[in-house]
């Protein structure tokens, strides 16, 4: 029987067997598998256009289709199409004679999320063999529950603490319960102890301590201080690098110097670099010198992301103290720009106002890089640097007249927008009639007219947060509203939106997103003679990475990306995105993460996740606007799940993942 600890009265919900209410039948098996053969099926590809044309009303048809995989892919169809009239259709599915079919039924519930689904799926869960038929199906619906329960359902699955180490997908369900919970900022704050009894006894199943490891690393609300041994010396003994990286993260937000020499220590090992990563970006928690001379010689790690990350640290936090030290970094010849360009912009950070021959100095040695600059991303690094300096403004302005690469333009905007807000912004450039501002008035008005939409996108920022250019020289509402007609949906549907927001924000009027209609129909014959998984090889000049593929599970994602392959479109396209221990982008036209083609496909939520390493998936500016851009996880990333689409994994080259840099590019993509 279920071991539950809690009063039987308090949890009678949670207890209601199917015995007497339906008799508790057991499961009817069917293959529910999807194949590319499956989707050959006709049927399928209807219910998979239907969810991509947004048809309720046929895929609530499905629903009641005799065939079990009918019933099963309509209702996950649901999970991508969050309509929460639907819930209703849904519900009776929690009680099929398919155990695929609920555990399907009760996956879309939670993606959909509306708490009239809360005691439907209380109900569904069946208390009756913790080693049986229904223990998979009760661990997503304890998931589900936490995507749109109550608290009183929260207090209650805090409670209950009688699980045991082989009940592991009841376990896992309630660590992904607490996980959902925290992601809606509803907390039980007294489960931290068992989570990391969770997270650090080996007894347990690796995937049960890697979600309770997740849960404790996210959220700030567990407060770890009374276990600082425990988890300190978890930390030490943990073999798991990626529970590792998760509890290195907890132990970072303890305060005082003895969590900083534990991080030091753990550092000095040179474990696995995510490790490292994890422990570099600990130190925001802490302001200490201490924690200023550790990113200093963190610097110095040969990982050029690490060393980046580090110096990023002293961008934040750095101080007085270590100005002389960055300098010097600074002046390294063979320091990679990637470095550089944040070491610099920390030295200016730091650098102590009376300081003033220094300060041209390092200006000059700014501005001597960005002129020699051998790429565009290098460019903007530098570009970003020099605009720590507020009267560096007309410098950037200056740069901008002339014509630039996409990623420089948007690199320049943004550095714009950085001194606009800036505190010290007037008292340097004092009274309305500075020259500057006429300066500004002609920038922006020329990326309206340019449809610029990178810089359209920071510009709609700048806006939507006052006014920092007088009337009398920019008609800033008029603007706005000038730049969002000049762009083409689908296309640039993100920086549509965000001139949107700026334009309903400053007229006080209500915002509301627009989502791209349906314009790109799923091409089944891209798959024809393909199999159930399709690997391709990426070639980058660090070596390859091999993908695999799901187009059973994701067909519209990956028939689009196959699609683009063959037409060669990757080649010479750059990761213009990496976030070290987080991931890795590539496939924006523009270069800068703004850059789409003529057309959007939809969001394809499956029950595949990313709760491993390595996933492939595809980036977006909201549901239903995927196009050309992916990402690559580092390491398991559950914050993702249900947001984007999951549409293959790197299955060799993971060492190959974590050398890309910024400004990498992509050599070929091939088919195998």
Same mark, same amino acid.
């Given at each position: ?311 990023? /640290? ?6 007085? &103290?270590?100005?002389?030290? !960055? @300098?010097? #970094?600074?002046? $390294?010849?063979?320091? =990679? ?15 102590? /106002? ?6 041209? &100095?390092?200006?000059?040695? !700014? @501005?001597? #890089?960005?002129? $020699?600059?051998?790429? =565009? ?296």
């Amino acid at each position: 029987m279920m071991k539950w600890s809690v009063d039987l009265g308090i949890a009678r919900a949670f207890l209601l067997l199917y015995l007497g209410m339906t008799g508790c039948f057991p499961p009817v098996e069917e293959d529910l598998t999807l194949t590319n053969y499956t989707t050959a099926d006709p049927r399928v590809r209807q219910i998979f256009e239907a969810r991509d044309r947004r048809l309720s009303d046929t895929l609530k048809i499905f629903l009641k289709d005799r065939h079990a995989r009918y019933r099963y892919l309509s209702a996950l169809s649901f999970a991508s199409y969050r309509d929460s009239n639907s819930v209703g259709d849904l519900l009776p599915l929690l009680e099929d004679q398919v155990e695929g079919v609920r555990q399907a039924a009760a996956f879309a519930l939670g993606q959909i999320g509306h708490a009239s689904a809360e005691q439907a799926l209380i109900n569904a869960f069946v208390a009756v063999d913790s080693a049986g038929p229904f223990n998979k199906t009760n661990g997503i619906i304890l998931e589900a529950l936490g995507k749109c329960g109550t608290d009183s359902t929260m207090n209650l699955l805090c409670s209950i603490r009688s699980y045991q180490p082989d009940d592991t997908l009841v376990l896992m369900g309630q660590m992904l319960a607490f996980y959902r919970f925290g992601l809606r900022d509803r907390f039980c704050p007294e489960v931290s102890g068992y989570l990391l009894t969770l997270a650090s006894d080996a007894r347990y199943p690796q995937s049960v301590r890697l979600l309770a490891a997740h849960v404790l690393q996210r959220f700030r609300t567990y407060d770890l201080s009374a276990e600082f041994e425990q988890l300190r010396q978890a930390c030490n003994d943990e073999k798991d690098p990626e529970i590792r990286m998760c509890l290195v993260s907890a132990l970072a937000r303890i305060g005082g110097p003895f969590t900083l020499n534990a991080m030091e220590e753990l550092y000095s090992r040179g474990l696995d670099q995510r490790i490292q990563a994890n422990l570099l970006k600990g130190l925001q928690h802490h302001h200490s010198l201490q924690a200023q001379y550790f990113a200093l010689k963190a610097i110095q790690n040969p990982s050029v992301n690490l060393a980046a990350l580090a110096a990023q /640290h002293l961008v934040e936090k750095g101080t007085e &103290e270590v100005f002389d030290e !960055l @300098k010097r #970094l600074g002046s $390294q010849k063979t320091m =990679p720009w990637q470095v550089k360009s944040v070491v610099l912009e920390a030295a200016l950070k730091c650098l102590p /106002h009376y300081r003033v021959v220094t300060r041209g &100095e390092l200006l000059y040695q !700014l @501005k001597s #890089l960005i002129a $020699q600059a051998k790429s =565009p991303y290098e460019k903007s690094a530098y570009i970003k640097a020099l605009s720590k300096s507020t009267r560096e403004l007309p410098s950037l302005l200056q740069y901008a007249k002339s014509q630039q690469a996409p990623v420089v333009e948007t690199a320049l905007a943004e550095g714009i927008e950085n001194i606009l807000h800036r505190s010290e912004f007037r008292d340097v450039f004092k009274g309305q009639h500075h020259p500057v501002y006429k300066e500004l008035a002609d920038y922006y008005e020329s990326i309206g007219s340019r449809s610029a939409v990178g810089p359209l996108a920071v510009m709609a920022s700048v806006f939507s947060r006052g006014n920092p250019i007088p009337a009398h020289y920019l008609n800033a509402d008029s603007l706005l509203v000038f730049a969002r007609q000049q762009l083409q949906l689908p296309r640039d549907v993100e920086t549509y939106n965000e001139l949107s927001r700026a334009i309903a924000k400053r007229s006080g009027q209500p915002y509301r997103t627009v989502l791209p209609e349906f314009n790109q129909p799923i091409d089944w014959s891209v798959l024809s003679g393909l199999s159930d998984t399709v690997r391709a090889t990426l070639s980058t000049a660090k070596g390859d990475l091999v993908l695999e593929l799901y187009p059973a599970h994701a067909p519209g994602s990956v028939i689009n990306f196959i699609r683009l392959v063959r037409d060669d479109f990757y080649r010479g396209k750059a990761f213009h995105r990496v976030v070290p221990n987080f991931v890795v982008q590539a496939g924006c036209p523009r270069g800068d993460g703004y850059g789409a083609l003529d057309y959007s496909i939809r969001t394809e939520i499956s029950t595949l996740d990313f709760r491993s390493a390595h996933v492939i998936g595809m980036a977006s500016a909201g549901p239903d606007t995927e196009g050309t851009q992916f990402f690559i996880t580092h390491s398991p990333t559950p914050h993702l799940d249900g947001k984007y689409t999951v549409m293959g994994s790197v299955i060799s080259g993971q060492d190959i993942l974590l050398s890309i840099e910024p400004g990498d590019t992509i050599d070929q993509v091939r088919l195998q």
